[in-house]
């Protein structure tokens, strides 16, 4: 996504109910991490349901030019054949990760111990996001690491020859950090240590584990403590994808605000690592049915039912926040629609996502006629009757986008965003399935 095509804009217009199955794809977490443990295992990984999504695809690439074997056998059917912990090849060009922060920093932590040397770069959005975050621990494993002012992409990296183990304790709650540091520890003798203040998504743990690796977490009064023996073999996994929750969450607030509508989602990730805005949402009254409840890659998932409902407002506490990061654009959106006041607290990250998410909340809500404010780490929405008639910027973001075409189905007039392209970096089919649950996005 280096180099995007020309914006464009989409507008979404008030519509009748909402109706019918809405098959969201796979979990993007899971997708990258599956490419990656994919490349350095021993032997075939099969993956299915795989998020096939422009951040994703960017991944697989990477994992080509580092020495493994990709292969797309069919719709979210790929293989991937792998060169094991510590066989990564040096790549001939230059990493381009597009706009996923996901993608760079995980890939920076598998590298950063081998003693090879990459470049990676991103798009204009992931070349405003602070790497210092992933580059910092990387050089207490023995790296030697570049970038440009700021801790920002470009990053060159040249891999520690004699990694040397770590017991890192995350500053900010960011599972992108606590992943990169367990990869890095993979391939390093000893056990590397992370000590996560406030869970994050617990993905890299328990995929680490289906690959056989020796990976414990224990709860202190530090809080999580997760333990990695380094120099696994890693050996090769059918991995089957659940569906994104993150992805689902547009559909479900879309059924929930547009009168009359009743949807279903099938076979959504219940991480419970990652179900806030699920949680958030039943305490404002959303009727969310789930059932038929299983595990399926590893991962808890179930089958939900969405019927429209009358939503009230709610404060979301901080702690709260690590489980439905990627959510509060959409939460916002809800909050629009409710009665009375929503606060979310604890939310400065969002500051640092592909665009500053509150800033862009604050602007398309405000332009569409809904009272909200913010401070730094904090949003509030007044719920009410939306305006809309305005076009929103959506800054190379694309939950920005979704979040605005979903308000614009309810809005009294029509809502546009300046431009749906991101929206292909984790929801390629967003468009088609919204209209297939009646929704007017043109
Ligand atoms: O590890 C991951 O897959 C992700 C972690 C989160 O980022 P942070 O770890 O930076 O909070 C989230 O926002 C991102 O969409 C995916
Ligand atoms: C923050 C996100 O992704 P990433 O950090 O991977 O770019 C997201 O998908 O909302």
Redesign the pocket.
Known sequence: MSHPADPSPLTARRCGPLTGEAQVPGD??VS?RALILGALAVGETRITGLLEGQ?VLDTAKAMQAFGAEVRRLGAGEWAVHGVGVGGFAEPQGVIDCG?????V?LIMGAMATTPITATFTGDAS?SR?PMGRVTDPLAEFGARITSRAGGLLPVTIEGAEDAVPLHYRTPVASA?VKSAVLLAGLNAPGETVVIEPRPTRDHTERMLAGFGAEITTADTPEGSVITLKGRPELRAQAVAVPRDP?SAAFPVVAALIVPGSQITVPGVSRNPTRDGLYVTLAEMGADLAWSNARIEGGEPVADLTVRHSTLRGVSVPAERAASM??EFPILSVAAALAQGETVMNGIAELRV??SDRIAAMVAGLRANGVEVSDTPDSMTVCGGPVPGGARVQTHL???IAMSFLVLGLVAEAPISVDDAGPIA??FPDFLPLMRGLGAAIS
């Open positions: 993007k977490s990258h951040d706009n996923s922060g996901t993608g920093r992931l996001r992108q993150s990061i990627d996502k592909e973001d694309h939950r970096t984790s």
